[in-house]
């Protein structure tokens, strides 16, 4: 067996590349990986390991047909995790442009290349950012589209591009559509990491606005658990929502980093609330479980305070970044 996988370098690629190589995922334990990654800022080769005998890292695009023409016949599937991940990012003007180009036209171009391929399987890793914003209730897969942020928007448009590429030529492709994740090795400019690197440096914390917008954490082994179970038995041209249940405000959640890493609220500066700030996001994952057995395993609680101490215990990973180049939002 052997496996694609998009954007391997990043957050969460890397976590499901590594699963891959330690055979944590039923059926795929002695598969080939192929690690497909641009290393932009958000990519870390590092991420992976150096050599192993069932890796292949490949740096490229998944903007360029000429390599995905080459490079995907003899896999039997793809995880497409390649984007441009982070909101902030895209709200600032031009660039904007780097999200479309690579989240919506990466998307066609892959899908493209692997219908001329023979992979027979790929799974779209989407976010609920897509679903834009609910004060009440969760979203179902059924729920519109309505995304407010240029990052969101790209996001949906690659949802689209995937269903289309399965209904126009029957490519048998899932799509799931996870909340906010957290676990080691995230780039440093994402809240969680951002905040405990802060404050392991004795620095102040940049809370949005009055800190009320609400979203529903997962830690990345159980979205990398759940995309598995959709590359074995999710349906062609389905949508699998994922979640972990666990809601808090970015002020609950502050105030948990201020006590793991023994911070007093004084570290809390408050910032002018971002442009097109999402109030509240909520996953209904009822499907997900129902059809596919799918139950998050990761304790919340237990879960940040692992993730709190992977960062005190690997400053050389993050402050190589956090004090690199691509750290200016
Ligand atoms: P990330 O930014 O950490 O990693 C993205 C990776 O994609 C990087 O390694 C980067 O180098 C690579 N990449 C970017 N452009 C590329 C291109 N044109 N060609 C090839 N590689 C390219 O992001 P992440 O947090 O790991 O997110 C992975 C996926 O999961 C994304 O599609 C994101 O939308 C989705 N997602 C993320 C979250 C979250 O909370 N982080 C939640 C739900 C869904």
Redesign the pocket.
């Known amino acids: 067996m052997r496996i694609l996988v998009?954007?391997a370098?990043?957050?969460?690629?890397s976590h499901y590349v590594r699963g891959l190589l330690a055979g944590e995922y039923p059926g795929w334990e002695s598969a080939h990986v192929t690690a497909?990654?641009?290393?932009?800022y958000?990519?870390n080769r590092a991420n992976l390991p150096a050599t192993h005998e069932r890796l292949t890292f490949v740096r490229?695009?998944?903007?360029d047909p000429v390599l995905l023409r080459d490079l995907l016949p003899g896999h039997d599937a793809v995880v497409h995790?390649?984007?441009?991940?982070?909101v902030d990012r895209s709200l600032a003007g031009a660039g904007a442009g780097e999200f479309f180009r690579?989240n919506v036209m990466?998307t066609q171009t892959l899908l493209d290349a692997v219908l001329h391929s023979g992979v027979e399987r790929v799974v779209h890793?989407?976010?609920d950012e897509v679903y834009g914003s609910i004060e009440q209730g969760s979203w179902t897969e059924k729920w519109p589209l309505e995304p407010n942020t240029p990052y969101a928007a790209s996001?949906a448009g690659s949802d689209l591009v995937a269903r289309a590429y399965w209904r126009t030529h029957g490519l048998d492709l899932s799509v799931t559509r996870?909340?906010?994740?957290y676990g080691p090795y995230q780039?440093p400019e994402?809240v969680i990491p951002l905040f405990v690197t802060n404050l392991l440096e004795g620095r102040g914390v940049p809370l949005y606005g009055d800190g009320r917008n609400v979203r529903e954490w997962l830690h990345v082994a159980d979205h990398c658990r759940a995309i598995h179970l959709v590359l074995n038995g999710g349906q062609p041209g389905e949508i699998y929502n994922i979640g972990g249940g666990n809601e808090y405000t970015n002020r609950d959640l502050t105030l948990k980093l201020l006590e793991l890493t023994g911070a007093g609220e004084d570290m809390i500066h408050q910032v002018p609330d971002r442009k097109a700030h999402d109030l509240r996001y909520s996953i209904d994952e009822s499907k997900i479980r129902a059809e596919l057995g799918y139950a998050p395993q990761v304790d919340f609680e237990q879960g940040l305070a692992e993730t709190v101490a992977w960062y005190r215990d690997n400053p050389d990973w993050w402050k190589a970044i956090a004090h690199g180049p691509g750290r200016e939002l």
Request: hydrophobic share 30%; aromatic share 6%; glycine share 16%.
């Open positions: 998009t954007g370098a990043g957050f969460i690629g497909l990654d641009k290393l932009t958000a990519g490229g695009d998944v903007c995790f390649a984007a441009e991940s982070h690579t990466g890793v989407s976010t996001k996870c909340s906010n994740n780039h994402k």
